[in-house]
């Protein structure tokens, strides 16, 4: 028995001279690294969770974004109290009543909760009915009302409407306006790249005096001049196809630079060179040699460069160029916010504000983690 002991395998000496002796795959490399990082392990968390909220905004959110309750009304705490003070099991908010007290600086009725009307909580209760992705109806929603009763744990905006679902449904508009833009940008911008840096010479010079020109155009004047080119009765998507073309075709030219650059050191590689000596085709270098090496750089800008187009949308739509409704995104949700009179009364309504800075955070702790786990050294 001694014996059999003595020769069993060591699992944790297996795995050290497998990765030793090299059997262990690129990405499994990459995982290993990036596992190690906290932040971009949470940021990996915090991206999923965005996607899936996005993409199941009707299942997540706890009321419908366009009913109306009344205007401005306070967030609404969740609470394991009755009236009298002691504790239950059950979690409830407490509808909000008009008091005797007015607001000093509103001079309007203040708003406080109504204890002796309860409206207990639940999860996957009955609500409004919406089609799930579009295909299949139903009426259950993550959490809410038992009774079906509204409930508006981050408050309502000037139409009465439940912030907290427009921000969840919003989600899915920004996210989506912001995959799109870096889609159109990463495939521009890469494929100008590979060949600007692979080809170099006359072909090289004159590209890269177009990117200068692009990159040299002041955006902000340039984004509002172009949208307001948009009549204000053009169908939303025809708005929005514009935002996401005119953002793309501005944004395209930082990445090919970053990408010309990684192609001018790969082009001179002792196998790049090999391969165009034994006769391979100028197409066969760029996608099967040059290609695979810029992708962990691409990959990476692209996790970075997400957050910079959520900011710009939103900072569009703040000023009312970005979204129209019915459509709702975290910028069009902020113009409420356009005076401080309104902030100081209702700071509520800056809850998108969040929603942004988690994105950002997100996906800038995702990009981060991914540089770190892709840089051999």
Same mark, same amino acid.
Request: glycine content about 12%.
């Given at each position: 028995m001694a014996a059999l002991e003595e020769i069993r395998p060591d699992p944790v000496a297996e795995e050290t001279v497998t990765r030793a002796s090299g059997n262990e795959s690129y990405s499994a490399l990459v995982w290993r690294r990036f596992r190690r990082s906290l932040t971009g392990i949470i940021g990996l968390g915090l991206v999923a969770l965005l996607v899936v909220t996005a993409l199941f905004a009707e299942f997540f959110s706890p009321m419908n974004p366009m009913a109306t309750d009344a205007s401005f009304s306070p967030p609404q705490t969740v609470s394991f109290r009755d009236k009298d003070g002691r504790l239950s099991i059950s979690p409830r908010v407490y509808a909000n009543a008009e008091t005797e007290e007015l607001d000093p600086v509103t001079f309007q009725? *203040? #708003?406080?909760?109504?204890?002796? !009307?309860p409206r207990y909580l639940g999860?996957? #209760?009955?609500g409004s009915e919406y089609r799930l992705l579009g295909l299949v109806p139903t009426d259950r929603h993550f959490f809410g009302s038992i009774d079906g009763e509204p409930v508006h744990f981050l408050g309502t905006d000037k139409f009465g409407r439940d912030v907290l679902s427009r921000a969840i449904h919003g989600s899915r508009v920004s996210l989506a306006i912001a995959l799109s833009v870096v889609l159109i940008v990463t495939v521009v911008g890469t494929t100008v790249g590979l060949a600007? =840096?692979?080809? =170099? =010479?006359? %072909?090289?010079a004159w590209i890269q005096r177009f990117v200068e020109i692009v990159l040299a155009f002041p955006q902000l004047p340039l984004y509002l001049a172009l949208t307001s080119l948009i009549p204000v009765t053009a169908p939303t998507h025809v708005f929005l196809t514009f935002v996401v073309v005119v953002m793309s075709a501005l944004g395209w030219a930082q990445m090919s630079r970053e990408v010309r =650059?990684?192609?001018? %050191?790969l082009a001179r590689i002792d196998y790049v060179r090999a391969a165009i000596a034994v006769g391979a085709t100028d197409r066969r *270098? *760029?996608?099967? $040699? +040059?290609?695979? !090496?810029?992708?962990? $750089? #691409? +990959?990476v800008a692209v996790t970075l460069h997400i957050p910079s187009v959520v900011l710009l949308e939103s900072f569009l739509g703040f000023l009312g160029f970005a979204v129209k409704p019915p459509l709702i995104s975290w910028g069009l949700m902020l113009q409420d916010t356009a005076t401080y009179s309104v902030i100081g009364s209702y700071p509520w309504i800056l809850a998108p504000v969040g929603f942004v800075l988690v994105t950002v955070f997100a996906f800038n702790a995702l990009g981060d983690g991914l540089r770190d786990a892709v840089d051999p050294y």
């Open positions: 009725p *203040i #708003v406080g909760p109504d204890y002796d !009307n999860f996957f #209760v009955r600007s =840096g692979y080809f =170099g =010479g006359v %072909a090289d =650059g990684k192609t001018l %050191a *270098i *760029i996608f099967q $040699h +040059i290609l695979p !090496n810029v992708m962990s $750089h #691409v +990959i």
